[in-house]
Nanobody
């Protein structure tokens, strides 16, 4: 079965950085695009970034472009999200996700809180 396990969240001051990781199992990781989503309290879940299966291309939500970088290591079955210049409005639960045919799979999420 597909398992996605996020880690790396925490409390950070505005302007700080965090690196999230997501370890995948139960899939041929290198065959699938991977995404990060986030959900803030009282808001809908939104797409943060997506990276292609080989890691050659990535897309970002407009508000994260230039501050966040998605990457992957197919040897380690892991996708990363480097977040720099964090703002209080980046506070959310961050989820790793992938889609296999018609099914979308999610990790349990990791909390990121940006506050002084």
């Amino acid at each position: 079965q597909v398992q996605l396990v996020e880690s790396g969240g925490g409390l950070v001051q505005p302007g700080g950085s965090l690196r999230l990781s997501c370890a995948a199992s139960g899939i041929s990781f290198s065959n699938y695009a991977m995404s990060w989503f986030r959900q803030a309290p009282g808001k809908e879940r939104e797409l943060v970034a997506t990276i292609t299966s080989a890691g050659g291309s990535a897309n970002y939500a407009y508000s994260m472009k230039g501050r966040f970088t998605i990457s992957r290591d197919n040897d380690k079955n892991t996708v990363y999200l480097q977040m720099n210049s964090l703002k209080p409005e980046d506070t959310a639960v961050y989820y790793c996700s992938t889609q296999l045919l018609v099914s979308r799979f999610w990790g349990q999420g990791t909390q990121v809180t940006v506050s002084s």
